[in-house]
Nanobody
Framework: QVQLVESGGGVVQAGGSLRLSCAAS????????MGWFRQAPGNERDFVAA????????DYADSVKGRFTISRDNAKNTVYLQMNSLKPEDTAVYYC??????????????????WGQGTQVTVSS
């Protein structure tokens, strides 16, 4: 059974940084892309960043490009989201996700099948 467990959320002042982690288990991590999404109250779940199975390609939402960095450590079955220069509008629950099949990846939430429980990020002004 595939499990994704996020950690690293919290409260930070605007301009600060946080690093989110997502530990995966239950299948061969190194064959699957990973993505990060976020959902603020009253909003839909939005794409944040994605990384291919081997880390060779990454993609970012325009709103976070240049501030956030997605990375992965296949030896640790973990994907990270380094968030710098945080803004109040980054406040949301952040979810990691993984597609059902090897080598799939993309920006659409429908591409992803497995989801973590989410971790809250709150940025105060």
């Amino acid at each position: 059974q595939v499990q994704l467990v996020e950690s690293g959320g919290g409260v930070v002042q605007a301009g600060g940084s946080l690093r989110l982690s997502c530990a995966a288990s239950g299948r061969t991590f190194s064959l699957h892309a990973m993505g990060w999404f976020r959902q603020a109250p009253g909003n839909e779940r939005d794409f944040v960043a994605a990384i291919t199975y081997n880390g060779g390609n990454t993609d970012y939402a325009d709103s976070v490009k240049g501030r956030f960095t997605i990375s992965r450590d296949n030896a640790k079955n973990t994907v990270y989201l380094q968030m710098n220069s945080l803004k109040p509008e980054d406040t949301a629950v952040y979810y990691c996700a993984s597609p059902p099949r090897p080598f799939f990846w993309g920006r659409l939430s429908s591409t992803y099948y497995y989801w973590g429980q989410g971790t809250q990020v709150t940025v105060s002004s």
